[in-house]
Nanobody
Framework: QVQLVESGGGLVQAGGSLRLSCAASGRTLSLVAVGWFRQAPGKDREFVGCISSTGDNTYYADSMKGRFTASRDNAKNTVYLQMNGLEPEDTAIYYC????????????????WGQGTQVTVSS
């Protein structure tokens, strides 16, 4: 079982940037793809993006393309999400999770989840 811990969230003004980290313990992340999701109050959990085990391939939700970039450092057992051009609509709790199988943009495809980190974007 792998434990995931997200960090790097906070309060930022619109147009600003944040880099989220997803640190793993318990087992290596290097063999699995990792996804990022977010959930705003009163809304369903939403796919943000994901990165393959090697980092060679990334996929993003349309609204995040060009603004968000996933990367990973397998030597540090950590995955990152660089978020630029943040907008108030990006305010949510952001989660990372390990890919298990199935449709990559669905939460059901992921098994281990972190506790989330709050991102708040002020206008």
């Amino acid at each position: 079982q792998v434990q995931l811990v997200e960090s790097g969230g906070g309060l930022v003004q619109a147009g600003g940037s944040l880099r989220l980290s997803c640190a793993a313990s318990g087992r290596t992340l290097s063999l699995v793809a990792v996804g990022w999701f977010r959930q705003a109050p009163g809304k369903d959990r939403e796919f943000v993006g994901c990165i393959s085990s090697t980092g060679d391939n990334t996929y993003y939700a349309d609204s995040m393309k060009g603004r968000f970039t996933a990367s990973r450092d397998n030597a540090k057992n950590t995955v990152y999400l660089q978020m630029n051009g943040l907008e108030p609509e990006d305010t949510a709790i952001y989660y990372c999770a390990t890919y298990y199988g199935g449709t990559y943009y669905r939460a059901a495809a992921y098994d281990n989840w972190g506790q989330g980190t709050q991102v708040t974007v002020s206008s």
